[in-house]
C-alpha cells in the first residue's frame, strides 16, 4: 500500500474539534500524524492546499438495488457513484429483491462490497419478514452477520404493536430503528405533494398530515418502550416539530433529510416531471425553509441522498405511474454547499457535521472521524471547482436526477478507503 501525505488541506472533522491548515500523513492504511508542515518522506504527496480535508462521508438511506435489480443499479455501479460523490460509507436499504430478511444476505453484500475495495456498505435490514409488517426478523441474528439498523423502507412499520415490540428488541441490541413515515391511509394512491401543483396537474396529493402521523406515533412509542427512532428522509415542517420537541423532552429519537428536499419545492416537479417524484414528496415552500431552519439550530442530524436510481423507460413513464425515486450520490455535497454553505445558512464545519459524525451518531460506529491512529477514511473538497453535473456522465446506471445540468461550485477531489485512493477527480 502507498503511504500518502496530504499537503496543507484545511482539515476539518467536527467530532474531533479540528478545523486547521493541517498535513495528514496516511502509511498502511492509517492515519499516522495530523500536524503542520510534516515532512514527505517516502510518501506519494497529494497537494490540498485551498482544499477541504474531511472524514469520510457517510450516507445512512440509499437503495443500491442488487440483487433483484440491476438494470437500475449494482454494487458496484452504485458504490462507484458513491465514492465519486465522497462517501466512502454508506447504507443500504432492505427493500431489494428478495427483502434483505437473511443474514446469509447482509454477509454476502458486506463480502461482494468489500471484493470491490470501494466504499464500505452498513446494511440496514428489514424490520418484519419480507417488509409485510406481519413477524419481525431475527433481530440478533442479522446484527451479527453486520446489520447496523432495521427498517422496512418504501414503506412505514405496519402497526402500532410491531414497532414497539422492534424498539424493544433494537434496544436490547443497541441498534435503532428506522421508518419511513408515511400514514398509508391519508396518502393511498398519492403522486406528489397535495397542494396546488398537484390540483393543476390533476393529481392525487400526498398530504404533510401522513408524515406527521406517522412520526407522532413513532415518537410515542419511542417514549414509551424505550430504544431510538431515527426518521428517514423528513419532509415537512410539522415532522420536524415533532422531532424538535421530542429532543428536549430527551426521546432517542433523531432525523435525516435529503438533498433534494432541501434544494427543491413541489414547484420544481412541473420543470423536471418524474426526475422529480419521490416518497416523501417535494413539500411547500414554507415546509423547505423550516427544513433550512432545522439544519441550522441542530434538530436534523444528517443529510442522507436516499439515492433510489430507476431505469431511464421506467421514469419515462406518466407521472402517475412512474416509480418513485430520484439518484443523488453524486451530487449531494455540490447541493450541501449551494443550497446551504454558499448562502451562509450554515458554516462549513457543521455540513461535514451533517455528512459524517451526525450519521455515524445515528447508527453508533465509529465513523466520521479524522484522528491519528484512526482509519484513514477522508474526503477531499475542491470548494472553488466549477462544474456542471451531467446524469449521463455519472457513475450510476441511472438517471433519474432533477439536477441534471446545474452548475454548481465545489466538488469532491479524492475519496480514501484505508488510505487507498477509491476516487480521483480528473
Known sequence: MVNLLIKGGRVISPADNLDDELDVLIEDGTIRRIAPNLPGVEALVLEARGHIVAPGFVDLHVHLREPGDTDSETLESGLRAAVAGGFTAVCPMPNTRPVNDE???????????????????????????????????????????????????????????LLRQALRQAQRLGVPIIDHCEDLRLSAGGVINAGSVAERLNLLGIPNRSEEACVARDIQACAAEGGAIHIAHLSTAEALERVRAAKREGIRVTCEVTPHHLALTENDVAVYG?????????????????????????????????????????????????????????????????????????????????????????????????????????????????WVYSAAQGYSKSQNSPFDGWRFRGAVRWSLVAGKLVYQRC
Open 103 to 161: 443474514p446469509e444476505l447482509t454477509r454476502a453484500m458486506i463480502e461482494k462490497a468489500r471484493d470491490l475495495g470501494l466504499a464500505r456498505i452498513f446494511p440496514i435490514a428489514a424490520v418484519s419478514e419480507g417488509s409485510r409488517g406481519e413477524r419481525l426478523t431475527d433481530f440478533e441474528r442479522l446484527c451479527k452477520a453486520g446489520a447496523v439498523a432495521f427498517s422496512d423502507d418504501g414503506r412505514p412499520v405496519k402497526t402500532d404493536a
Open 274 to 386: 418524474t426526475s422529480a417524484k419521490m416518497n416523501p414528496p417535494l413539500r411547500g415552500t414554507a415546509d423547505r425553509e423550516a427544513i433550512l431552519r432545522g439544519l441550522a439550530d441542530g434538530t436534523v442530524d444528517a443529510i442522507a441522498t436516499d439515492h433510489a436510481p430507476h431505469a431511464p423507460e421506467r421514469k419515462a413513464l406518466p407521472m402517475a405511474t412512474a416509480p418513485f425515486g430520484v439518484i443523488g450520490l453524486e451530487t449531494a455535497v455540490a447541493v450541501a454547499l449551494r443550497e446551504l454553505v454558499q448562502p451562509g445558512r450554515i458554516s462549513l464545519g457543521r455540513m461535514i457535521e451533517l455528512f459524517t459524525s451526525g450519521p455515524a451518531g445515528v447508527i453508533h460506529r465509529p465513523l466520521g472521524r479524522l484522528k491519528e491512529n484512526g482509519p484513514a477514511h477522508l474526503t477531499i473538497i475542491d470548494p472553488r471547482l466549477e
